[in-house]
T-cell receptor, first 111, second 117 residues
Framework: DAKTTQPPSMDCAEGRAANLPCNHS???????VYWYRQIHSQGPQYIIH???NNETNEMASLIITEDRKSSTLILPHATLRDTAVYYC????????????FGGGTRVLVKP | GAVVSQHPSWVICKSGTSVKIECRSL??????MFWYRQFPKQSLMLMATSNEGSKATYEQGVEKDKFLINHASLTLSTLTVTSAHPEDSSFYICSAQRLAGGTDTQYFGPGTRLTVL
């Protein structure tokens, strides 16, 4: 699976949109971009995934660039409960659908 | 939907004993489940892939005789840590794979914190 690069940490203000970047320049055509988050001492929570089109659900929006080499997860109105480590993962069937977790981005939402 | 449970949520055991952790998909069937381990301040590391009705596939460096995996039904996988030692103390997390909308998505359990004394 393609490697991803995320900033190690970022702060954002409560009530504002949080934009989390992810680079995946070696992504191949059949690999999906997945986002999970892990709140302290809990299992990861699925957020959203996409292939090439932008996606939106009740939790977040995923914007994938046209060349698919990067993406941005958008939390529209961050709350204190959104404080977590956010993982961007590229996953493809070639690797048996495994998820490889990197370091993620530690997001701190401040009041 | 897509709820995965784990039991127990935490366990403390003596060195040399065995511990079984259960992972259940509550509202969907999962032919494939995964087991991860997470040490403090580190990311999740995949230990093994559990397939219903067949042997688990272990990642490199994971001892299959020490970490026994059984996936006897479409909603239950178990991980048994045999002859546990203090270095096995960790946060063990399972996930279950659900097919929806043409793609497989992993949903994670809440994790089991194992402490070996």
């Amino acid at each position: 699976d393609a490697k991803t690069t995320q900033p190690p940490s970022m702060d954002c203000a409560e009530g504002r949109a949080a934009n989390l970047p992810c680079n995946h320049s070696t992504i191949s055509g059949n690999e999906y971009v997945y986002w999970y988050r892990q709140i302290h001492s809990q299992g990861p929570q699925y957020i959203i995934h996409g292939l090439k089109n932008n996606e939106t659900n009740e939790m977040a929006s995923l914007i994938i660039t046209e060349d698919r080499k990067s993406s941005t997860l958008i939390l529209p109105h961050a709350t204190l409960r959104d404080t977590a480590v956010y993982y961007c993962i590229v996953r493809g069937k070639a690797a048996g659908n495994k998820l490889t977790f990197g370091g993620g981005t530690r997001v701190l939402v401040k009041p | 939907g897509a709820v995965v449970s784990q039991h127990p949520s935490w366990v403390i055991c003596k060195s040399g004993t065995s511990v079984k952790i259960e992972c259940r998909s509550l509202d969907f069937q999962a032919t494939t489940m995964f087991w991860y381990r997470q040490f403090p301040k580190q990311s999740l590391m995949l230990m093994a892939t559990s397939n219903e009705g067949s042997k688990a596939t272990y990642e490199q460096g994971v001892e299959k005789d020490k970490f026994l995996i059984n996936h006897a039904s479409l909603t239950l996988s178990t991980l048994t840590v045999t002859s546990a030692h203090p270095e096995d103390s960790s946060f063990y997390i399972c996930s279950a794979q659900r097919l929806a909308g043409g793609t497989d998505t992993q949903y994670f359990g809440p994790g089991t914190r194992l402490t070996v004394l």
